[in-house]
């Protein structure tokens, strides 16, 4: 496929502030972002003005996933021109609305290899983006930041690298992010706190580091946090037990230390609470046994004392319990 040659505006070393794009459905687009640093002055951001077809952002894509290797590319031809219609021409993963407007990508385990373009960024209409299972690489585009209608992105399975983009907290639209089993580092960015409709939070298996923010309590739809397999450290912050939505909570293979916080026992609808392989101390709350939603509990591999609460066997629900290797005080 013939490359699609855009000149992109610089991202400049200001401090992030919010995204804005207009969501238009034809080609001509101007999403040039003006932001305000701390002194006032003005910075250029994201993207200047496109004249760029959906064919052609899709084509950037096919270049920079190696689309001639892909295990299916149908439709996606050496004949398709810039002005191409995907819609039309059924172009394999790609759907559209009733408007010609491309809303979902599927490329799931499609052998995708390369990079994920910032062009995809100009994809306004996407509500589905899912690219996981294939073996991306590079770091995940702030630009995706743009896509305001996007409700689930899957980036999970890859080879992705650097750090998660405070930008992605600009998607009000998002309900599921999985970003999980790839080689992402740095902090989780406290600014995912603010993404209030989100369902489904999985950055498991990667190398992120710091403390889990206290402010993704203020996560209120938040059904799943998974954050297992990392070098998170730090406390398991109380105010995780604000979070009445939450099912399950993964925190799992980190470095994580203190003591379980006895307010995660009022959290009323919880299912699954795995602490597994962490460094927590201090005893098991008795309060645990309160919990008659909970169906798994998992302590093993950490350094915990006292005895086992009998209030335990209270947990009417409970299908799997594993306290392996918990250190018990036994009285002399």
Same mark, same amino acid.
């Given at each position: 496929?013939?490359?699609?040659?855009?000149?992109?505006?610089?991202?400049?070393?200001?401090?992030?502030?919010?995204?804005?794009?207009?969501?238009?459905?034809?080609?001509?687009?101007?999403?040039?972002?003006?932001?305000?640093?701390?002194?006032?002055?003005?910075?250029?951001?994201?993207?200047?003005?496109?004249?760029?077809?959906?064919?052609?952002?899709?084509?950037?894509?096919?270049?920079?996933?190696?689309?001639?290797?892909?295990?299916?590319?149908?439709?996606?031809?050496?004949?398709?021109?810039?002005?191409?219609?995907?819609?039309?021409?059924?172009?394999?993963?790609?759907?559209?609305?009733?408007?010609?407007?491309?809303?979902?990508?599927?490329?799931?385990?499609?052998?995708?290899?390369?990079?994920?373009?910032?062009?995809?960024?100009?994809?306004?209409?996407?509500?589905?983006?899912?690219?996981?299972?294939?073996?991306?690489?590079?770091?995940?585009?702030?630009?995706?930041?743009?896509?305001?209608?996007?409700?689930?992105?899957?980036?999970?399975? *890859?080879?992705?690298? /650097? =750090? &998660?983009?405070? #930008? @992605?907290?600009? +998607? !009000? $639209? %998002?309900?599921?992010?999985?970003?999980?089993?790839?080689?992402?580092?740095?902090?989780?960015?406290?600014?995912?706190?603010?993404?209030?409709?989100?369902?489904?939070?999985?950055?498991?298996?990667?190398?992120?580091?710091?403390?889990?923010?206290?402010?993704?309590?203020?996560?209120?739809?938040?059904?799943?946090?998974?954050?297992?397999?990392?070098?998170?450290?730090?406390?398991?912050?109380?105010?995780?037990?604000?979070?009445?939505?939450?099912?399950?909570?993964?925190?799992?293979?980190?470095?994580?230390?203190?003591?379980?916080?006895?307010?995660?026992?009022?959290?009323?609808?919880?299912?699954?609470?795995?602490?597994?392989?962490?460094?927590?101390?201090?005893?098991?709350?008795?309060?645990?046994?309160?919990?008659?939603?909970?169906?798994?509990?998992?302590?093993?591999? *950490?350094?915990?004392? /006292? =005895? &086992?609460?009998? #209030? @335990?066997?209270? +947990? !009417? $629900? %409970?299908?799997?319990?594993?306290?392996?290797?918990?250190?018990?005080?036994?009285?002399?």
């Amino acid at each position: 496929m013939k490359h699609i040659l855009i000149a992109a505006a610089i991202w400049l070393s200001a401090p992030w502030s919010p995204i804005s794009a207009q969501n238009v459905g034809g080609v001509e687009r101007d999403l040039s972002v003006i932001t305000s640093g701390n002194r006032g002055e003005e910075r250029l951001s994201v993207f200047g003005t496109y004249s760029l077809s959906q064919a052609g952002v899709l084509e950037e894509f096919y270049d920079s996933t190696d689309g001639d290797d892909w295990s299916d590319n149908s439709n996606w031809d050496e004949e398709n021109e810039v002005d191409s219609a995907p819609c039309d021409d059924d172009w394999y993963g790609v759907d559209c609305n009733k408007n010609d407007e491309v809303t979902r990508l599927s490329f799931y385990g499609n052998e995708l290899d390369g990079t994920i373009p910032s062009e995809l960024g100009l994809l306004l209409s996407l509500t589905y983006l899912e690219l996981d299972e294939n073996e991306l690489e590079d770091t995940i585009p702030k630009e995706l930041g743009l896509l305001l209608n996007l409700r689930n992105m899957y980036l999970d399975d *890859n080879e992705l690298t /650097g =750090t &998660i983009p405070v #930008e @992605l907290a600009e +998607m !009000s $639209s %998002l309900e599921v992010l999985e970003l999980g089993y790839n080689d992402l580092e740095g902090a989780i960015p406290v600014e995912l706190g603010k993404m209030s409709i989100l369902r489904v939070l999985e950055l498991d298996h990667n190398e992120l580091v710091g403390a889990i923010p206290a402010e993704l309590a203020d996560m209120s739809s938040l059904a799943y946090l998974v954050l297992y397999d990392n070098n998170l450290e730090g406390t398991i912050p109380v105010e995780l037990a604000e979070m009445s939505s939450l099912e399950v909570l993964e925190l799992d293979d980190n470095e994580l230390t203190g003591t379980i916080p006895v307010e995660l026992t009022e959290m009323s609808i919880l299912r699954v609470l795995d602490l597994d392989n962490n460094k927590l101390t201090g005893t098991i709350p008795a309060e645990l046994g309160k919990m008659s939603i909970l169906t798994a509990l998992n302590l093993n591999d *950490n350094k915990l004392t /006292g =005895t &086992i609460p009998a #209030e @335990l066997a209270e +947990m !009417s $629900s %409970l299908t799997f319990l594993n306290l392996s290797k918990y250190i018990v005080m036994r009285a002399q």
